[in-house]
């Protein structure tokens, strides 16, 4: 029986921890020698049982017992039974001290054991059936816990499952409570897990309604990912199947929510969640199914379950180790509620959301994904606000600073919205202490500049952090220099600096403040009109410019606003605070060395807002040039204090985020075992101080960095000191990732279409319903390219909503929009539709219908269906059904009625709007105007330019196309959800994968992990010398733009001492520095005398130029009103056919492929005829060369025929082979077996004539032919 245990042992050790040994002491070993020989009476005795349960005369195998292979094997007439007991109880799971034990029952271990068991034996005889029963102790049910509880196996279903065995070469270490006993001292995350269990086992007491929404989503989340629930150790959640399924058929039941509330009011606060709709009303059969398997003998004897599935045993586990949790807690559990399961189920809507999304299709039965992952929930701990702000005047030395202005800065602090901030978090305040601290000291000691790397993920705060700084340096006298790399971040943050500063100017400060980006112009030619969106007086009137001022207007006056600009001149540099880029600044120091100085002279303080996308070697070698300049030329006394902003730039919080990289030394770590993971991790500290040094000598050069003093402030650093002084507490923001992978018989972009319209869906349930909870569910969809964005937004506009009308077919209303949509398709969908409700098979729409998100209960859902059947089946217009239904109906005519009275108007659409860096000024500020108030906006289509930083509010969900070439992109771009309190502070975040690249290898889970949740600081390259040479280059070139090469021939002296200044900053070694200047300055000579040269002759050509366009100006301007009449005419014409095109669009395309596949095969077969001189006379033969002529004559038309659909094909006489042409047309996808079958006409000539034949789709896809199908229609 011993070998049988350390079989036992070693398997499941196996599925526990890579390379386990478990420490056990001499104590430890008595222990098991006693419960060895109790395992011994209890073998007896279930052998005894189970000769009853059969019936029928039972021999026992003893030899192969003694071999080690189960505890027990029966041959009972034609059958052998393979027994392995366990003395432990099914199910029987503390959770209270599930960390603590150190070793967990991994009872999915248990199963694969029975299993294999039998596998074994199978192998030993070939002709009886082999069927493996686990059997337990007992069940932890009142009066049934010593009764053995046999399982029989389905051994076949089993293997349909997915049962294997694992070799450990294929074993990564896998977290969880039992590495902490693990012997093995190479094992890299024991001592770490030892430290996490020593927090021991916590669960979050929901004692208000939204915790108590997170914890449900989470345990949610977990039964999708694992079939089971998770239990917290330390900052990982780990599940007690130990194992991923990545299935979404198990909702919560009611036993669920009283066990995650955990509150004395759980049933009001489950009550009041059901009354906002966040709680939908879900079918229970995936748990009756398998419980009402569990037989109880009428002898209370024992208790046998036959016929178990893989499936069947999760549920089981999870249901009756539920049962077991309550029962611990006081509550009595009647065997009949085992037996028949639960009553009532429920979703979440966020989980309701993403299981639509992971079973989207254009119509019922037609599912666009292939699999779908859910990877595990990321848990960032912001900190509430709920320190006072007046608290940081305090940390502004009453010596330097002006004790009534910060007062005054405190008291006017507003947020972009214009409201007032009066509470900060616990991270605000230490972080401005340290900068304020500092930046004091500086100011006060003339020490080194401070240069201080802020890091803190999105949604602390840290915007704020440094915005106050800056104003303090402004209200101080100095300038202060923020840069952003995108537009629109910069536009939120202006409109937040621009409510501080007018509420400090009201009271006699004189701080001005300057826009500068791509928008900006000369005053001169500024247009009139609205200022950028910017919103003035409190947010009550609108920023204009008229007549040559800036003006707030108001309904009741427009006054002037005279410290406002932003536009080019060189004035602007003067401001009090500049907003700008990199790449702007740059140009307006090129304007003259005057402008340099009048900024660099009193510059105090410069922000680099989102640093981690200026890291790559080009923006960071521009950046640095860019401050040489500004130092050397403005003849800086007193270095500016830098500030460099990131949420990624030095840690990401994650336990083992160094550990689980595809790439990382030594064994792997797998997150199969963790449904959730929280953010809290420190970093270690000399990692991040050796980071910090590296990125401002990088920055810097290695000469200038010794002028500063670089201090890394970061959050994951602060958050324990924060959380264990008591001053603050944090919210749970959750983050919820899911990997979708399309059909491979898709289109790539096929399944973020059909979400597209979900999300919409989605949103304009929850204003319909109009809930006090997540009343807004906007969703943000990122793309890496502008052409993806715009074919995918235009195939939704115009196909999905206003041709196939899918928001109606999802919500099955179509019978209320036909009247709304273009064409003839539409009635495809409605027939399929109400074929589906008459036939009374309801279940067909279960995983499509998206009346869910509007009818709550299943008794309103299945009324909704009633009333959805009579309108589907009458002629006439027919009165609406019950209140959630008509919900439904007003929600998807207002999104067909949005898209189709607004069309190409993209500003004036709220349901579905697009946001890039190419729109028009007052389309795109129109958009983010719309953008910033929730509830105005459904769903938004964006490339990078709303990626960071940006804070929208009432974002529930955040889509990824394809994988971005940056895994911290995604976690990014995923973080721009769940900031807010509308949304319950929890967001999906779903990467739509791509067919192709490093997409499909997302397909091994682990990979998907590592991709997304790996942490890999950026690395910042030492620069070699052809770097240093072309920041030199760079700098030399705009320094003599700035100092006038045209007009002064003897610049060069000042341009090289510029040049030899900041080759000093840069190179530490003198000799290297030396060497580089005569590299450079030989250069220069030649650059200065081109530029001269250019210079005279650009002038004479300017004169001349100049006199000859004011002569034909007038002229111009009579031409461009006749070819503006003309394009109007031509652009109405071209729309006409464009929509007569658009219907056609794949018809040229499938036809022409239908004849140049006929064609090849009539001119194989005639090259492939016999020796012709044998078979024809002469004109026979002269005909058959004229055929084939012909033949190969019209084989070229139909080429060019579908070359026609790939304009750049052409210049290229290569592509014109059938092989590439394939390649243009089709990219073979992954393999998928479940590739549906679609007719491709196919013809041969035959000696009986032309025979059509069709050529299915799987041989197609083997032999490469092109696959353009519409799932919607049948073909």
Not at 1015 to 1025: A, G, S
Request: hydrophobic share 40%.
């Amino acid at each position: 029986m011993m070998a049988a245990r350390e079989e036992a042992r070693r398997i499941r050790s196996l599925l526990h921890c890579y390379h386990f040994k478990e420490d056990i002491t001499e104590d430890a070993k008595k222990v098991l020698e006693a419960k060895s020989r109790e395992h011994d009476e209890l073998v007896a005795r279930v052998v005894r049982i189970f000769r009853d349960i059969i019936g029928s005369e039972c021999i026992e195998e003893n030899p192969l017992v003694k071999r080690g292979v189960a505890d027990a094997v029966l041959r009972c007439i034609d059958k052998i039974y393979v027994l392995e007991i366990k003395s432990y109880p099914f199910a029987e799971i503390n959770e209270e001290s599930y960390c603590q034990r150190g070793f967990t029952r991994s009872y999915i271990a248990d199963f694969e054991q029975a299993v294999l068991y039998g596998e074994e034996i199978r192998r030993r005889f070939s002709s009886p059936e082999v069927i493996p029963v686990l059997v337990y102790r007992g069940i932890p049910v009142e009066g049934l816990e010593n009764t053995p509880f046999f399982i029989f196996i389905d051994v076949e279903t089993a293997r349909k499952e997915g049962a294997s065995t694992t070799t450990s070469a294929e074993l990564a270490y896998k977290p969880g409570p039992e590495c902490a006993r693990c012997r093995n001292t190479d094992c890299p995350i024991r001592e770490k897990m030892r430290s996490y269990i020593a927090q021991g086992t916590a669960q979050v007491r929901a004692a208000s309604a939204e915790v108590a929404y997170q914890e449900l989503f989470k345990t949610e989340w977990c039964l999708a990912r694992h079939g089971t629930r998770c239990v917290k150790c330390g900052p990982l959640y780990i599940a007690l199947s130990q194992t991923t399924l990545h299935r979404d058929n198990l909702p919560l039941t009611e036993e669920h929510i009283h066990y995650v509330i955990n509150s004395q009011n759980a049933s009001q606060i489950a009550e009041y969640l059901k009354a906002q709709k966040l709680l939908i009303e879900k079918s229970c059969y995936q748990y009756r199914i398998p419980l009402q398997k569990i037989q109880i003998d009428s002898s209370g004897r024992y208790v046998v379950a036959f016929q178990v599935t893989r499936n069947d045993y999760l549920i089981m586990l999870e249901y009756v180790s539920l049962l077991n949790s309550l029962r611990r807690r006081g509550v009595r559990i009647d065997v009949r509620k085992l037996l028949n399961g639960p009553e009532r189920c429920y979703r979440t809507f966020h989980g309701e959301v993403a299981r639509l999304i992971r079973n989207i299709s254009a119509l019922p039965g037609n599912r666009r994904t292939f699999e779908a992952y859910y990877l595990p929930i990321i848990i960032d701990h912001i900190g509430s606000r709920d320190i006072k702000v007046d608290q940081i005047s305090n940390y502004f030395s009453r010596n330097l600073w002006n004790e009534n202005w910060i007062n005054k800065l405190v008291s006017n602090l507003f947020d972009e919205k214009g409201q007032p901030i009066t509470n900060i978090s616990g991270f605000q305040n230490e972080a401005i202490r340290k900068i304020a601290e500092n930046i004091t000291a500086w100011l006060e000691k003339s020490g080194r500049s401070p240069l201080i790397i802020l890091t803190a993920p999105p949604g602390t705060g840290k915007t704020l952090v440094f915005l106050i700084v800056a104003i303090a340096v402004a209200l101080h006298g100095f300038k202060a220099v923020i840069m952003y790399p995108s537009k629109k971040l910069a536009l939120q943050q202006v409109q937040q600096i621009y409510y501080i500063v007018e509420g400090l100017n009201r009271h006699g400060a004189n701080i001005s403040l300057a826009v500068l980006d791509g928008d900006s112009k000369r005053c001169g030619r500024r247009p009139q009109g609205g200022v950028r969106a910017l919103r003035c007086d409190g947010g009550r009137g609108s920023l204009e410019y008229q007549g040559g001022q800036y003006i707030c207007r108001t309904n009741q006056a427009a006054s002037q606003v005279s410290w406002f600009t932003d536009c080019e001149d060189d004035d602007a540099l003067s401001s009090s605070i500049i907003v700008t880029n990199p790449y702007k600044l740059s140009s307006m120091l090129m304007r003259s060395a005057d402008s340099a100085k009048k900024l660099a002279n009193s510059l105090a303080l410069l922000v680099i807002d989102e640093v981690h996308t200026m890291l790559e070697p080009k923006h960071l070698d521009f950046f640095t040039a860019l401050l040489h300049r500004l130092y050397l030329l403005g003849d800086v006394k007193k270095y500016p204090a830098i500030i460099l902003s990131s949420a990624t730039v030095t840690s990401s919080g994650l336990p083992f985020a160094d550990r689980i990289a595809s790439d990382a030394s030594g064994a792997p770590i797998t997150f199969r075992s963790v449904g959730a993971v929280e953010r809290t991790e420190p970093p270690d500290p000399r990692m991040v101080r050796e980071f910090s040094e590296s990125l401002a000598n990088a920055l810097l050069g290695e000469r200038l960095v010794q002028e500063y003093a670089v201090e890394p402030i970061d959050y994951y650093s602060m958050l324990g000191s924060i959380q264990g002084s008591g001053s603050t507490v944090t919210v749970a923001k959750l983050t919820a990732p899911m990997v979708v992978f399309t059909n491979p018989a898709e289109s790539p972009s096929g399944t973020v279409q059909e979400a597209v319209v979900s999300l919409m869906i989605a949103s304009s349930a929850r204003r319909k319903l109009s809930a006090e909870v997540l009343r807004n569910f906007s969703s943000v969809i990122f793309f890496d390219s502008k052409e993806s964005l715009s074919e995918v937004e235009a195939y939704v506009r115009d196909r999905l909503v206003l041709k196939e009308g899918s928001p109606s077919d999802k919500t099955v209303t179509k019978p209320f929009v036909m009247n709304l949509i273009n064409g003839n398709i539409a009635s495809y969908g409605l027939n399929l539709v109400r074929n589906i409700l008459n036939s009374g098979s309801l279940a067909e729409l279960e995983d499509f219908s998206h009346l869910t998100l509007f009818c709550t209960s299943l008794a309103e859902l299945n009324n909704a269906y009633g009333s959805a059947k009579r309108a589907y089946n009458s002629d006439s217009s027919v009165a609406r059904g019950p209140q959630c239904y008509n919900m439904a109906i007003d929600a998807t005519i207002d999104i067909i009625s949005d898209i189709r009275n607004n069309g190409r108007n993209i500003q004036n659409r709220h349901t579905l709007l697009i946001h890039h860096a190419d729109l028009s000024d007052n389309v795109r500020y129109s958009i983010e105007e719309k953008l910033e108030r929730p509830g105005a906006w459904s769903v938004v289509l964006s490339t990078s330019t709303l990626e960071l930083g940006v804070n929208l509010t009432g974002v529930g969900a955040v889509g990824q196309l394809g994988l971005p070439k940056l895994a911290e992109n995604v976690i990014q771009r995923f973080g721009r959800g769940g900031r807010d309190k509308s949304v319950l502070y929890t967001a999906l975040g779903i990467l739509f994968a791509k067919h192709t690249g490093e997409d499909v290898a997302l397909i091994d889970e682990d990979y998907a992990v590592a991709r997304l949740f790996a942490f890999k600081r950026t690395p910042v390259l030492p620069r070699d010398e052809s770097r240093i040479i072309s920041i030199e280059q760079l700098i030399a070139y705009t320094t003599i733009r700035a100092l006038g090469w045209f007009r002064n021939s003897n610049v060069i002296n000042k341009v090289e001492k510029v040049v030899e200044s900041s080759l000093q900053f840069l190179v530490s070694d003198a000799n290297q520095a030396n060497q580089l200047y005569h590299v450079i300055s030989s250069r220069l000579q030649t650059m200065c005398s081109a530029l001269q040269a250019l210079g005279g002759s650009m002038q004479q050509v300017a004169h001349r130029l100049l006199r000859d366009i004011v002569n034909q100006i007038n002229q111009y301007i009579d031409n461009i009103r006749n070819v503006l009449q003309n394009i109007n005419n031509t652009c109405s014409l071209y729309e006409n056919l464009s929509k007569i095109i658009n219907i056609y669009a794949t018809d040229p395309l499938k036809y022409s492929w239908e004849l140049y596949f006929t064609l090849g095969n009539v001119l194989s077969q005639l090259d492939s005829l016999p020796d012709l001189s044998k078979c024809f006379i002469n004109n026979d033969i002269r005909i058959y060369n004229i055929v084939r002529d012909y033949v190969r004559d019209a084989l070229h038309v139909a080429r060019e025929l579908i070359l026609q659909y790939f304009p750049r094909a052409p210049s290229y006489s290569g592509w014109r082979t059938r092989e590439i042409l394939l390649q243009l047309t089709f990219v073979p996808p992954m393999p998928d077996p479940r590739i549906i079958e679609y007719s491709l006409a196919h013809y041969t000539v035959e000696s009986g004539g032309i025979r059509r034949r069709s050529r299915e789709l799987r041989e197609a896809y083997l032999k490469s032919a092109p696959l353009k199908t519409d799932r919607y229609e049948t073909l």
